[in-house]
T-cell receptor
Framework: DAGVIQSPRHEVTEMGQEVTLRCKPI?????LFWYRQTMMRGLELLIY????????DSGMPEDRFSAKMPNASFSTLKIQPSEPRDSAVYFC???????????????FGPGTRLTVT | SQKIEQNSEALNIQEGKTATLTCNYT??????LQWYRQDPGRGPVFLLL?????KEKRKERLKVTFDTTLKQSLFHITASQPADSATYLC???????????FGAGTRLFVKA
């Protein structure tokens, strides 16, 4: 398996622009997580999905952030409009179905490094 | 609110020695605790999970303990190698299920 795939790996954009980050989870995993990592705040959970349905979005910082999962193999995290304080590394992770022996183990993608100028 | 604390200072040890990393938590009773490794420029990689009813878990040179009374987990790497140099993150389940809260991580440097 190719693991969790994220694109782009790097994104540089200007303040006010829309940014879309993409994620393809591992096939067969039915949990998908979006995280943001900064030096100041560490690794923070933004939102997670189960079977394509958002379960908890309490970590989404504000209305400028939105996430979707239209099918089991694709998810997006969108920031509109972007601000310099959104600069961070954004990770996507996935987990196997509940009840499996490794159901809590999360597999992370390589991340997208976002810079907003 | 739930809080996880890991040593913010980097840990420097000599090759062959045992590295011990600490994870303390407050205001919560997690059902399980996980340890991940993160290398620069990469996503975290799962290492071990220990449940609340387990005192100790081992995997090769790794050992994790979980003391729910002290609200602490210790992560040990025996016979450490320079390749073990990385940041190690502990993570707890949040309000239940799959919501995960990560600690800030401890940077480990193993010198040859």
């Amino acid at each position: 398996d190719a693991g969790v795939i994220q694109s782009p790996r790097h994104e540089v954009t200007e303040m006010g622009q829309e940014v879309t980050l993409r994620c393809k989870p591992i096939s067969g995993h039915d949990y998908l997580f979006w995280y943001r990592q900064t030096m100041m705040r560490g690794l923070e959970l933004l939102i997670y999905f189960n079977n394509n349905v958002p379960i908890d979005d309490s970590g989404m910082p504000e209305d400028r952030f939105s996430a979707k999962m239209p099918n089991a193999s694709f998810s997006t995290l969108k920031i509109q409009p972007s601000e310099p304080r959104d600069s961070a590394v954004y990770f996507c992770a996935s987990s196997e179905p509940t009840g499996t022996s490794t159901s809590y183990e999360q597999y992370f993608g390589p991340g997208t490094r976002l810079t907003v100028t | 609110s739930q809080k996880i604390e890991q040593n913010s200072e980097a840990l420097n040890i000599q090759e062959g020695k045992t590295a011990t990393l600490t994870c303390n938590y407050t205001n919560y009773s997690p059902a399980y605790l996980q340890w991940y490794r993160q290398d620069p420029g990469r996503g975290p990689v799962f290492l071990l999970l220990i449940r609340e009813n387990e005192k100790e878990k081992r995997k090769e040179r790794l050992k994790v303990t979980f003391d729910t009374t002290l609200k602490q987990s210790l992560f040990h790497i025996t016979a450490s190698q320079p390749a073990d140099s990385a940041t190690y993150l502990c993570a707890l389940d949040g309000t239940g299920g799959f919501k995960t809260i990560f600690g800030a991580g401890t940077r480990l440097f193993v010198k040859a």
